[in-house]
């Protein structure tokens, strides 16, 4: 009975190929995430110096970093976001359920996965994310964290890696792959990697392989789940008073 409720697979094989477009796209993503990850000590107080704060320079490189890689994502992939969405238009109650279903379901999954791991322990990557959230105001951050963050990251972990290089590769070894990658990403810079911090980055990876997958490697459906996802993080975030955050954040330390 699951397999009926399921969207159809993804047509088109043809959409399926790497273009010139995807190597673009990937190059510039790689080459600027390298940059600042070996020489942003180094732009870091020239970013400071043009901007009127460190959050303001720090939410600008990020915007900037997104933007420019999402346009080229979304002119890469808008043959596949169009499909995608057609499809996910005859099946809108499909969607409209699944969406928030697959949020708990990542929830549950990444509560079970931490209390397996008997620690509770947040990634350089969160804290600075929760430390700009404080100082930029919710209109700014809804773009950059729900809107194009995840839709370059499920083009490049999940479009990319599982969708294009299946063609080529078993389809199990690029789901692993793009599960690991992508929590290896939110944890760059961390100096200890232990498995408290990379756990719930797993979890929340192998659940964006998994709706991927499940739903014929519809892009614009692991998108939608990966953005309201971060959605109900900011607005956890924003509606929590920020000297509760802190004490909060005090106790898990």
Known sequence: MATAHRLPPAPQPQLYRFSPMDGATLCLYVAIAAFFAVAGDLVAPLLRQIAPSPAAASYAVNLLFYASVGILALLAARKVVVRDLKVLATRPWFTLLMVPAAVIAMMILTAVVVAASGQVETSVNQAGLQALMQQVPAWLMV????????FVEEYIFRHLLIGKMSRRVNIWICCVLSAVLFAALHIVGQEAITLAVLLPYLAMGATLVFVYVWTGKNVMFS?????????????????????????MQHVQA
């Open 223 to 247: 998108y939608f789940v990966h953005a309201a996802k971060n959605l109900l993080a900011v607005i956890l975030i924003y509606a929590i008073p920020s000297e509760l955050f802190e004490q």
């Open 143 to 150: 773009p950059l964290l729900v809107v194009v963050g995840p």
